[in-house]
């Protein structure tokens, strides 16, 4: 199942939901996934993420999903500032709103939850962060 976290304030508790519920799930035993889908990378942080390569920026731009394994239930996609830029990146491509969804149609089968924190946000994050939670209605 996928939950998509997201409200248009800032500061309401978006991102402390994600992390907590996402521990939890974890240590009831559901295989979690947590997505940062945040430019401003807090999940990341606040989950203890310090060393990374790759963010959900490339899962955007070039379908790759960077997963960090946490634990075994618990693995975080995290996030930092380059995922700004997928606004203008993204802007003239067809799919642009479908690039999680595609992605993460790949390896939905292998979590039992997947939760994405998201920015007050609605645009080109927000949409793909909803529709990606379509993905059980085309598997
Ligand atoms: N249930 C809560 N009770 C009290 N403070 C909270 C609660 N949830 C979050 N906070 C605090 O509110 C602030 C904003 O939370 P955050 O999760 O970062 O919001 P958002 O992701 O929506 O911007 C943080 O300082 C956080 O510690
Ligand atoms: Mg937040």
Do not use: C, W
Request: glycine share 8%; proline share 3%; aromatic share 8%.
């Amino acid at each position: 199942m996928i939950i998509s976290i997201l409200n248009m304030k800032g500061g309401v508790g978006k991102t402390t939901t994600t992390l907590n519920l996402g521990y939890a799930l974890a240590q009831q035993g559901y295989k979690t996934l947590l997505i940062d889908n945040d430019p401003q990378g807090n999940l990341t942080t606040g989950i203890g993420i310090e060393e990374y390569e790759q963010t959900v920026t490339d899962t955007y731009l070039n379908g790759i999903l960077p997963i960090h394994q946490l634990s075994e239930k618990l693995h975080v996609i995290p996030a930092d500032i380059t995922l700004s830029t997928v606004y203008n990146e993204l802007s003239n491509k067809v799919d642009a709103n479908f690039r999680l969804f595609k992605s993460l149609k790949a390896v939905n089968k292998d979590y039992d939850y997947i939760l994405i924190d998201n920015r007050p946000d609605a645009g080109i994050l927000a949409s793909n962060s909803i529709l990606a939670r379509s993905i059980h209605v085309f598997s």
